[in-house]
């Protein structure tokens, strides 16, 4: 009776791993993400939230406010704002009034930001080859069907709380 108990328990743990594994897994994924970024904040002497907005901004168009930044991308009004002082100071990015509306200030990238983006796009360029090497086209699509609708989850999640 025992014996089959701790085969149970065994089963459960090595379950409870594989549950678990996913909590832990994404962190890989995005810690090796950090990894390739460091060398372009390393070379332009950005923090990561600096790179990361000026990517946000060129990859986004659409969204080119702080308002949106800080809806699209889950980050908190200070930290963007404080952020997009520093590459306005730093001569990356401009604010200007919206022609359509007086109140909306949109944030414009400028042309010294380009040297870094380039530098950003490769290696995204990077990330996303090692990341699905091996994979086909078929498995690429489910993928991204799979990561929308999770996405879409975690999105009605949030906005139901």
Not at 14 to 29: A, L, P, S, V, Y
Not at 140 to 155: D, L, P, S, T
């Amino acid at each position: 009776m025992r014996f089959n108990f701790i085969i149970v328990l065994n089963r459960t743990i090595k379950k409870e791993r594989r549950k678990m594994n996913f909590w832990d897994q994404h962190k890989t994924i995005t810690c090796y993400y950090a990894l390739l970024t460091k060398s372009v904040c390393d070379k332009f002497n950005l923090t990561q939230m600096e790179y990361a907005i000026l990517m946000f901004l060129y990859n986004n168009p659409q969204y080119n406010t702080a308002a949106d930044i800080v809806r699209e991308r889950k980050s908190t009004k200070s930290h963007v704002s404080t952020t997009l002082k520093l590459l306005e100071d730093n001569g990356f990015v401009m604010k200007k009034q919206s022609a359509d509306n007086k109140k909306r200030i949109e944030i414009v990238l400028l042309e010294p930001a380009q040297e870094i983006i380039q530098a950003g796009l490769n290696v995204q360029k990077e990330f996303i080859q090692n990341m699905f090497q091996g994979l086909t086209e078929e498995e690429m699509a489910i993928w991204k069907n799979i990561f929308v609708k999770m996405c879409n989850n975690a999105e009605k999640c949030l906005q139901d709380r």
